[in-house]
């Protein structure tokens, strides 16, 4: 295999300031609902740049992956000294619990920009676009819209006071392919019944074909979770189920990585290289492959079986992003003394909102057993009228 062309999004960067392009400020944020950046102090916003460097999906040849895609070496380097270059302290930033920090003397901004191989620094971001209210308005009505069975406690503590704005980490697949499948299709031509009364049956005359389909196809941001422990099914299926529901996410609006979109909010580090994700991704590949090929295939209404299945990869694009989703979180204690942690997250780009709230079993059970008397006893009437 050749080796992959990368795209340098890390060119230039330093950790320290951030600063305002008209005034010089570090004290600059996320304006919520925009997207972009504005600076607290003369109040300018500015539009973030364009992510460059990165090809259209049917330009692709080879393998391009973005700097901040690289392959984690210094999976425990979590603590970034960087230099005030306010009054030259040195400040340490843990990137597990933030990417920012002030400066304890000068109370100047400083943010981690430098991609060291950690997983921390991407190469991209996709902004925030909900503000806080509004995905407690979501979290909010999510909940109320299953309060008839949720449990009494959580009724009484619910409130979405603490919910939290998280950036996850995904890494952005595109894909130029060529497919070739070939298989057989079927069309009804006639359908005709025989026989009388109870030997009567129903008979289809069908053409059977050899279908062949041979074609280029660009996907274009495919997304695959960048963190291990969410893709693991044993540890947190809740959370992940929870989060694929509320996908998908609208990629290509991210824009270049900087530290002071994450002012305000918490991340979570990549911790996942492209070697591990790519099964995962070519997988999904063919499956979008099949699908695009069954959509030029459907006149054959009698259904279509594929027995070969080729998907060539012309060119593949890997870079990391981060991801937005407001999350609200309870613990719940049962009885029994178990603990089940329930969430509820909402989409920041879409406002898609899904999630688990705990249940009133008698109430559910009650509900089952109205259910199925109403069952007997519908059928009971069907018979009773026949
Ligand atoms: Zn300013
Ligand atoms: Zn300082």
């Given at each position: 295999m050749t080796e992959p062309i990368i795209v340098d999004t890390n060119t230039g960067k330093k950790d320290g300031q951030n600063k305002c392009p008209n005034c010089g400020s570090t004290d600059v944020t996320l304006q919520p609902g925009t997207g972009k950046l504005r600076c607290n102090y003369c109040r300018t916003v500015f539009d973030p740049p364009k992510l460059e460097g990165f090809k259209d999906a049917d330009e692709l040849e080879g393998e391009v992956v973005g700097s901040g895609a690289a392959?984690?070496?210094?999976?425990?380097?979590t603590q970034v000294t960087i230099k005030c270059q306010g009054c030259g302290a040195e400040v340490v930033i843990d990137v597990t619990e933030s990417m920012n920090a002030r400066c304890h003397w000068c109370r100047e901004y400083l943010s981690v920009e430098n991609?060291?191989?950690?997983?921390?620094?991407?190469?991209?971001v996709l902004p925030f676009l909900l503000s806080k209210q509004q995905a407690q308005a979501k979290i909010a009505e999510f909940v109320k819209q299953r309060s008839f069975f949720a449990n009494k406690t959580f009724k009484r503590e619910?409130?979405?006071?603490?919910?939290l704005g998280v950036y996850l980490p995904y890494l952005v697949v595109d894909a130029n392919t060529h497919s070739r499948l070939e298989g057989f299709g079927g069309r009804v031509v006639r359908t005709y019944t025989r026989g009388s009364g109870d030997s009567k049956q129903t008979y289809y005359d069908i053409d059977v074909y050899n279908v062949g389909r041979d074609f280029d196809l660009a996907i274009s941001g495919l997304t695959v979770e960048g963190s291990a422990d969410k893709r693991n099914i044993n540890a947190l299926a809740n959370t992940t189920n929870v989060i694929n529901a509320i996908m998908p996410f609208d990629v290509e609006n991210s824009v270049p990585y900087n530290g002071n979109y994450l002012k305000g909010f918490t991340s979570e580090r990549r911790d996942t290289n492209v070697d591990d994700l790519r099964p995962l991704a070519e997988a999904q590949i063919g499956d979008i492959a099949r699908y695009q090929a069954n959509q030029t295939a459907a006149g054959y209404n009698a259904g279509i079986r594929w027995d070969q299945e080729k998907v060539d990869l012309k060119g593949t694009q890997w870079r990391s992003a981060y991801l937005p989703v407001w999350l609200y979180s309870y613990l719940e204690v049962k009885s029994s003394g178990k603990r089940l942690l329930h969430y509820v997250a909402v989409n920041a780009r879409t406002g898609e909102t899904m999630g688990s709230v705990p249940v009133n079993l008698s109430r559910l059970w009650a509900i089952s057993i109205i259910a199925e008397v109403l069952s007997i006893f519908g059928i009971y009437l069907i018979n009773v009228f026949r």
């Amino acid at each position: 295999m050749t080796e992959p062309i990368i795209v340098d999004t890390n060119t230039g960067k330093k950790d320290g300031q951030n600063k305002c392009p008209n005034c010089g400020s570090t004290d600059v944020t996320l304006q919520p609902g925009t997207g972009k950046l504005r600076c607290n102090y003369c109040r300018t916003v500015f539009d973030p740049p364009k992510l460059e460097g990165f090809k259209d999906a049917d330009e692709l040849e080879g393998e391009v992956v973005g700097s901040g895609a690289a392959d984690i070496s210094q999976p425990d380097n979590t603590q970034v000294t960087i230099k005030c270059q306010g009054c030259g302290a040195e400040v340490v930033i843990d990137v597990t619990e933030s990417m920012n920090a002030r400066c304890h003397w000068c109370r100047e901004y400083l943010s981690v920009e430098n991609q060291i191989p950690n997983g921390a620094v991407p190469d991209s971001v996709l902004p925030f676009l909900l503000s806080k209210q509004q995905a407690q308005a979501k979290i909010a009505e999510f909940v109320k819209q299953r309060s008839f069975f949720a449990n009494k406690t959580f009724k009484r503590e619910f409130t979405t006071n603490n919910i939290l704005g998280v950036y996850l980490p995904y890494l952005v697949v595109d894909a130029n392919t060529h497919s070739r499948l070939e298989g057989f299709g079927g069309r009804v031509v006639r359908t005709y019944t025989r026989g009388s009364g109870d030997s009567k049956q129903t008979y289809y005359d069908i053409d059977v074909y050899n279908v062949g389909r041979d074609f280029d196809l660009a996907i274009s941001g495919l997304t695959v979770e960048g963190s291990a422990d969410k893709r693991n099914i044993n540890a947190l299926a809740n959370t992940t189920n929870v989060i694929n529901a509320i996908m998908p996410f609208d990629v290509e609006n991210s824009v270049p990585y900087n530290g002071n979109y994450l002012k305000g909010f918490t991340s979570e580090r990549r911790d996942t290289n492209v070697d591990d994700l790519r099964p995962l991704a070519e997988a999904q590949i063919g499956d979008i492959a099949r699908y695009q090929a069954n959509q030029t295939a459907a006149g054959y209404n009698a259904g279509i079986r594929w027995d070969q299945e080729k998907v060539d990869l012309k060119g593949t694009q890997w870079r990391s992003a981060y991801l937005p989703v407001w999350l609200y979180s309870y613990l719940e204690v049962k009885s029994s003394g178990k603990r089940l942690l329930h969430y509820v997250a909402v989409n920041a780009r879409t406002g898609e909102t899904m999630g688990s709230v705990p249940v009133n079993l008698s109430r559910l059970w009650a509900i089952s057993i109205i259910a199925e008397v109403l069952s007997i006893f519908g059928i009971y009437l069907i018979n009773v009228f026949r």
